[in-house]
């Protein structure tokens, strides 16, 4: 597995649906709510609130939650408003941690996002301080396995027509990145195809890696964990490499 990819594809085979679905479900929503916000609740007309409102149908978020998060980001219902902010810091090893976030408290999110890093052996930097080191891409990754009746070159061929940036592939799995713009329409090309996308989302992508093992990585793994598992933390994004068996058995 690819390493920028690696915690982006092992949060989602980790997860524990049960005990965290209303916590999915409640980042979903505030996905859902600051993109109607931003751009109105016609879906047609508002791509990030389409890509929003995708990803909270895949993860089996009931229809009548994402229209009232809708009805709530246009201003048809009361509820909270919700700030996007970034923060950044570093992990043990020297890791770059890179995290999205909706607060309607920033002082308070600091400070929690703060401990945790001085918990786990990092600290929590000025904006900056790590942006410099990721891009902003959407990212779609294909198990190796579940490429019946294509070939690599025939998949390459289809993503670049489709507008991909760049193609990349090991033994296990092929990654397909494109810009942001591109995305949506290189995603629906390739399940027009009927290829089955094990990830499939717009991310930060990683410039380099560090290398990290042993008990560093584990106290890599356990600070991004507890990164992912905050109220205002929507995405947490990250620069390590290590063995997938420390990535497996975290």
């Not at 982006?8 to 085979?13: G, V």
């Not at 019946?148 to 027509?161: K, N, P």
């Not at 094990?198 to 991310?203: D, L, M, P, R």
């Not at 990683?206 to 008990?215: A, H, I, Q």
Request: net charge negative; charged share 30%; glycine share 8%.
């Amino acid at each position: 597995m690819a390493g920028h990819s690696k915690w982006a594809n092992i949060k989602h085979k980790k997860a524990r649906e049960d005990e965290k679905r209303g916590k999915l479900f409640s980042k979903l929503s505030k996905e859902i709510i600051v993109a109607a916000k931003e751009g109105g609740g016609d879906s047609e007309k508002n791509f990030r609130l389409r890509v929003a409102i995708q990803k909270a149908k895949e993860n089996n978020m009931p229809n009548e939650n994402i229209d009232r998060a809708i009805k709530k980001g246009t201003g048809e219902l009361k509820g909270v408003s919700y700030e996007e902010i970034s923060y950044e810091g570093y992990g043990p090893g020297g890791v770059a941690v890179f995290l999205d976030a909706m607060t309607d408290n920033k002082n308070r999110t600091a400070s929690e996002l703060r401990h945790i890093f001085t918990k786990h052996d990092g600290n929590l930097g000025e904006n900056g301080c790590v942006a410099w080191m990721f891009d902003r891409k959407g990212l779609i990754t294909i198990e190796r396995g579940n490429l019946s009746g294509f070939d690599e070159e025939e998949l390459m061929l289809l993503s670049a027509e489709a507008g991909a940036e760049d193609f990349k592939s090991d033994t296990d799995t092929i990654e397909i990145i494109t810009t942001p713009q591109d995305f949506e329409h290189v995603r629906e090309s390739l399940e027009n195809q009927n290829i089955p996308l094990s990830y499939k989302e717009v991310t930060m992508i990683p410039s380099s890696t560090v290398r990290v093992e042993g008990d560093e990585a584990k106290k890599v793994l356990a600070l991004l964990e507890e990164l992912e598992d905050h109220d205002d933390v929507q995405n947490v994004y990250a620069n390590f490499d290590m063995d997938d068996s420390l990535i497996q058995a975290g």
